[in-house]
């Protein structure tokens, strides 16, 4: 059995996932993917694991969550000024790829191996939101999710009880197909009195503010939020 039909027994994906064009994606990002990510993608569409993993898909509909959106840029240049101030980082910024986050901020990255021309070959890294330590799994990301949502792998920055309502996962709606130059501003915040909670907690967390896992958000970054994206 492979990971994916593992993944699949144990956490079943929705009916119907978006349709994504491969070719077009891995243009975009001037990078091949490995084979196991597209996979579990187009198993699965965009969406969370137990309401906190959200691995990046191509056609999810906020940039936060986006695979050929601005977050891998941006979190790898933030990662190398946090490395120009001396900050520990297990590895060089330019070899990690921002693959997924969690709803408490912390980030799962490919480490992209120079050596190595097979992307099937990439292993998995996890930060900590707001500290010093990393997690290595020697594997593809299929292979660390199934890990995890079976229970056989803890990751000391995810909660315990991350597994107390089962493995389940929660499609989100997907954008529509769009070309990569379009879907910033495909997928930008429209103005309106309302927020999305769950966008400004993953803005608030990739910001590094103190983001309470439930309840009511801070009116201070509701504020921030709003003032970032002009609302």
Not at 35 to 60: E, M, N, T, V, W
Not at 151 to 157: A, E, S
């Amino acid at each position: 059995m492979t990971s994916l039909s593992e993944l699949i027994e144990l956490c079943p994906p929705p009916i119907e996932a978006p349709a994504v064009d491969w070719a077009d994606v891995e243009n975009s990002l001037r990078l091949r993917l490995p084979q196991d990510y597209k996979d579990l993608a187009a198993a699965y569409g965009p969406g969370a694991f137990c309401d906190f993993i959200r691995i990046y898909h191509p056609r999810s509909a906020t940039q936060w969550v986006n695979l050929t959106g601005p977050m891998p840029a941006t979190i790898r240049a933030q990662l190398q000024h946090a490395l120009d101030r001396g900050t520990s980082i297990p590895y060089r910024p330019g070899e990690m790829f921002a693959i997924g986050v969690t709803d408490n901020g912390n980030h799962l990255f490919w480490i992209i191996d120079e050596q190595q021309e097979d992307p099937n070959t990439w292993c998995i890294a996890v930060n900590e939101a707001r500290g010093p330590r990393w997690y290595t799994y020697d594997g593809t990301l299929t292979d660390f999710l199934t890990a995890v949502l079976s229970g056989r792998l803890h990751v000391p920055m995810f909660p315990h009880d991350l597994l107390s309502r089962g493995a389940t996962f929660s499609p989100s709606r997907p954008a529509s197909p769009v070309h990569a130059e379009d879907e910033r501003a495909e997928t930008a915040p429209q103005p309106s009195g309302s927020i999305n909670t769950a966008e400004v907690r993953a803005w608030a967390r990739n910001q590094g503010y103190d983001m309470p896992e439930r309840g009511r958000i801070p009116g201070a970054i509701i504020d921030a939020w709003r003032q970032a994206h002009r609302r």
